[in-house]
């Protein structure tokens, strides 16, 4: 069993940037995929970004370019950087990880593992 928290969401402006952390715990594997979604009030839960291995890394259009997912292993972590938040980033921003997934498969919500989220606000 995995267990993943979630930290580094707030409050920003418009065109500002944050950084969110997820740190895992229990049984966990750098062979596991680790992936962000988010999900906003009236949406279906989507996928932000992916990363598999130390260099493999999945974004959708909306946010590529912008965002960046990273990881350390040594400490169990991984990170989404975010720049140049629009309004439309509101959302809640959950963890998660599988054990593989294809680069199509990266995209579904259908990993093994949750955090509890943590809200992110672009608003001025």
């Known amino acids: 069993q995995v267990q993943l928290v979630e930290s580094g969401g707030g409050l920003v402006q418009p065109g500002g940037s944050l950084r969110l952390s997820c740190a895992a715990s229990g049984r966990t594997s750098s062979s596991y995929v680790m992936g962000w979604f988010r999900q906003s009030p009236g949406k279906d839960r989507e996928f932000v970004a992916a990363?598999?291995?130390?260099?493999?890394?999945y974004y959708p259009d909306s946010v590529k370019g912008r965002f960046t997912i990273s990881r350390e292993n040594a400490k169990n972590t991984v990170y989404l950087q975010m720049n140049s938040l629009k309004s439309e980033d509101t959302a809640v921003y959950y963890c998660a990880a599988r054990q593989s997934c294809s680069a199509i498969e990266c995209y579904s919500p259908r990993y093994d593992y949750w955090g509890q989220g943590t809200q992110v606000t672009v608003s001025s």
């Open positions: 990363i598999r291995g130390s260099s493999s890394t």
